[in-house]
């Protein structure tokens, strides 16, 4: 198993996020409080420049491979929205091309936001799992380097925003992470032992979608045959193999929920914040609700990325 980054690694790693964005706020809000029973700190990565924290594991993977790599022109990368936008913004800010791959039934407004960055979008497949291996071929066809949603290499970027929370509030007990592929939660872990804290890393994944709740409980990466979740964030049907090494090294467990808990999620973060969650954003706040009996008067926290729903869905469940 790859070494998890070290402090250094992420505090350098920081140097480069922080050039594009400032650090993202963790709030404690009354109203969530209430409605859970603990003390609950969100981390607000929906609040980054492109509502979700894949921004900050794109711009070090790209600076790095610009850095290493001078003449490459330009990337490609396989996404359900939040992947292709971080790599399209950091495409922009190295001056490279960047092309993006989405499955058919992708989100109309992340198609439009990446295409905003200024990234070409090529629509192939039925999930993520065939758009990523279409984008595999079409990365040698046009020589194009390939960006994967899971590697090492994202992950000290990706960190620093558990950094910041973790030295916000070094006390919890437990975080709650969304897992899509895996780099989220691995950078919380990177994180947390970087600091030497002693806080519980739970996974939180769609029930529809249970690749890696699978893969924990096996102790080995286990597919499945479809991932049919409306938080198509946490759409994953093929784990990374070294994202379930660390999971299953270094989480505490990783549960499932449902579509109806993510959508109970996706409104309390309204009702008691008046922020807007994407499915995947509102996954750790129902992984601690499933848990609430469990958590209660504890300090915990959850995980808030992305913000990045289409209207009409977002009407939808507001509306019950």
Not at 67 to 80: E, H, L, N, Q, Y
Not at 160 to 186: C, F, K, N, Q, R
Not at 229 to 255: E, H, M, N, S, W
Not at 272 to 289: F, V, Y
Request: charged share 15%; with cysteine.
């Amino acid at each position: 198993m790859t070494n998890l980054p070290t402090k250094s690694d992420i505090e350098t790693a920081a140097e480069t996020v922080y050039a594009a964005m400032p650090p993202t706020p963790q709030y404690v809000w009354p109203l969530l409080n209430a409605s859970t029973g603990g003390n609950v700190w969100v981390k607000h990565e929906n609040h980054s420049p492109i509502g979700t924290f894949k921004l900050r594991g794109g711009l070090v993977y790209l600076a790095n491979l610009c850095a290493d790599k001078p003449d490459v022109s330009g990337v490609i990368a396989a996404t359900r929205g939040n992947h292709g936008q971080s790599i399209s913004f950091a495409a922009r800010a190295n001056g490279i091309e960047a092309v993006i791959v989405v499955p058919e039934d992708n989100s109309s407004d992340k198609n439009a936001a990446m295409k905003a960055l200024g990234a070409e979008l090529i629509t192939h497949g039925h999930d993520f799992q065939e758009a990523l291996e279409y984008a595999e071929d079409l990365a040698v066809e046009r020589r194009l380097e390939m960006v994967p949603s899971y590697a090492m290499s994202l992950v000290p970027g990706v960190a620093t925003y558990a950094m910041e929370l973790l030295t916000a509030a070094p006390d919890l007990h437990t975080l709650y992470v969304p897992i899509g592929l895996g780099s989220g939660i691995t950078g919380c872990i990177a994180a947390r032992e970087a600091l030497g804290l002693k806080t519980e890393i739970v996974g939180v994944v769609a029930e529809n979608a249970p690749a890696y709740a699978l893969s924990f409980a096996k102790g080995e990466a286990l597919s499945t045959n479809s991932a049919d979740t409306f938080a198509d964030g946490l759409a994953c049907r093929v784990p990374a193999v070294d994202a379930v090494q660390v999971i299953c090294k270094y989480a505490a467990r990783v549960i499932t929920v449902s579509e109806d808990e993510i959508r109970g999620a996706i409104r309390l973060y309204y009702t008691a914040t008046h922020n807007l969650s994407e499915g995947a954003g509102a996954a750790a706040l129902a992984g601690l609700m499933q848990e609430q009996a469990t958590m209660a008067e504890k300090s915990v926290g959850v995980v808030l990325s992305g913000g990045n729903i289409d209207r009409a869905l977002y009407q939808t469940i507001l509306s019950g």
